[in-house]
């Protein structure tokens, strides 16, 4: 009879995180959020939207930037899961 090889640590979060996801659609949001593939678009569509709003300063006004963009809500809640995220990878 021989002994099987326990698993690693890593093995066993691994393992406990897979799990997690499979049966909580809560802990699969989290994870999702916290992917590194959701903070790159998050930095990319950012920085469009400055851009964006730079030229809108540039044939308009910065209030007409200001309220489309910058006092958006949209811009806010992107700003806020790209800090959580930001927060979270640590």
Known sequence: MTAQPK???EAQRRAEIRRRREISTFWAAVHLLGSLNVAVFLLITIA???GFATVMESKFDSAVARY????AAWFDLWLLVLASIS???R
């Open 87 to 89: 927060y979270a990878r």
């Open 7 to 9: 698993p690693s640590a």
């Open 68 to 71: 489309y963009i910058y006092d």
């Open 48 to 50: 469009g939207s400055i």
